[in-house]
């Protein structure tokens, strides 16, 4: 009774070191894939905050570049409808001018012909 009693000490002393290997592999291995994991989501959340700023950067550049296209075109065309309205306040002063004389000549035309009716 006493050999059976020292061969199962010592088959649970076994187990019991086996065990406890077992658990300290079990805990490194857990933190080795905890931390491994960490890592890489690490990394992947900087990649995409890299890919994040370059968009970001090339969408500034594009409104940049279109912005100066629009300020130019807008300028451009300030520029055009400026000259327009020269052109057709001149030729409205044009065309006064000319209602102005026709007045006067029939005006003058009035008188000539109140005159001559007075004689």
């Known amino acids: 009774m006493r050999g059976t009693v020292n061969q199962l000490n010592k088959i649970i002393s076994t187990s019991v070191r086996q065990s406890i290997w077992q658990l300290i592999a079990l805990i490194v291995t857990l933190l080795v ?3 491994g994991g960490l890592a890489y989501q690490t990394s992947m959340i900087d990649k995409r905050f890299e890919q994040l700023e370059k968009r970001f950067e090339q969408s500034n ?14 300028g451009d ?13 001149e030729q409205l002063e044009k065309r006064i001018d ?3 004389k026709n ?3 029939r005006f003058e ?11």
């Open 33 to 35: 894939a905890i931390g």
């Open 61 to 74: 550049k594009n409104f940049g570049e279109r912005f100066d296209q629009s300020d130019k075109n807008f």
């Open 77 to 89: 065309g300030f520029e055009q409808l400026e000259k327009r309205i020269g052109d057709r306040f």
């Open 98 to 100: 000319q209602s102005e």
């Open 103 to 105: 007045i006067t000549a």
């Open 109 to 119: 035309d009035v008188k000539q012909e109140v005159r001559a009716r007075r004689k």
